[in-house]
DNA sequence: CCTCAGTAGTGCC
DNA sequence: GGCACTACTGAGG
């Protein structure tokens, strides 16, 4: 993997807890969620396991300030260009993931069809796992298709908190507006 | 409820 | 290349 980039990081408090905000060459490239400062250090020194990683810096500063102000209210699009490293798979998985409006969720399975690998759900699976970053790919979005929430890399507490949320949302936005529930990709 | 096989991408050896 | 992982799923008991 090319992951000997210099990144500049930092952990700031969020409403869903300890966050990790990381850039590289001014792109996110990592936003974790943990309890403690050691748990998301850890996560960030395996994904990026030859980069340089320096805490604090100007860069990660200015776009930081966006994201953790986005994450509180995200009412426009964020304006802070990614880096997202994957293989093909992942990145097209991720890139459906994209598609799922907020307020909405959509099975393993869904996504799989979506991408046009409609057997590789376990796959699947692991590819929303291995999302660098949290809740702008909404990796959260994406549940069992009996309704479960089943798992989350930052802990299936803070994807049901995500889920709430977003339903909260988009309700009392524009109540007429078709929101597409479940298996929005079925069609 | 529960178990189980089918199944496919990834990481490590 | 092999092998053991999974944030899965649908069928069968």
């Known amino acids: 993997m090319q992951n000997t980039t210099d990144i500049q990081?930092?952990?700031?408090?969020?409403?869903?807890?300890?966050?990790?905000?990381?850039?590289?060459?001014?792109?996110?490239?990592?936003?974790?969620?943990?309890?403690?400062?050691?748990?998301?250090?850890?996560a960030l020194r395996a994904r990026f396991a030859y980069a340089t990683l320096q805490e604090g810096g100007a860069e990660v500063a200015a776009s930081g300030a966006k994201v953790a102000a986005w994450l509180e209210a995200p009412v426009a699009a964020l304006d802070v260009p990614l880096d997202l490293r994957g293989t093909e798979f992942q990145q097209?998985?991720?890139?459906?993931?994209?598609?799922?409006?907020?307020?909405?969720?959509?099975?393993?399975?869904?996504?799989?069809?979506r991408?046009?690998?409609?057997?590789?759900?376990?796959?699947?699976?692991?590819?929303?796992?291995?999302n660098p970053v949290a809740v702008i790919v909404p990796c959260h979005r994406v549940i069992r298709s009996d309704g479960a929430l089943s798992g989350y890399r930052w802990g299936v507490g803070r994807k049901r908190v995500l889920l709430e949320r977003e339903m909260?949302?988009?309700?009392?936005?524009?109540?007429?507006?078709?929101?597409?529930?479940?298996?929005?990709?079925?069609?």
Do not use: M
């Open 168 to 187: 909260a949302w988009s309700n009392d936005q524009d109540q007429s507006r078709v929101r597409p529930c479940q298996a929005f990709f079925n069609a």
């Open 115 to 130: 991408i046009g690998r409609p057997k590789s759900v376990r796959a699947v699976a692991q590819a929303c796992g291995a």
């Open 9 to 42: 990081f930092l952990i700031v408090p969020s409403s869903l807890g300890q966050t990790l905000i990381a850039t590289s060459a001014n792109k996110l490239c990592a936003l974790f969620f943990g309890d403690d400062r050691q748990s998301l250090l850890h």
């Open 92 to 113: 097209s998985v991720w890139n459906a993931l994209r598609e799922i409006p907020a307020g909405s969720t959509a099975s393993y399975t869904d996504i799989a069809n």
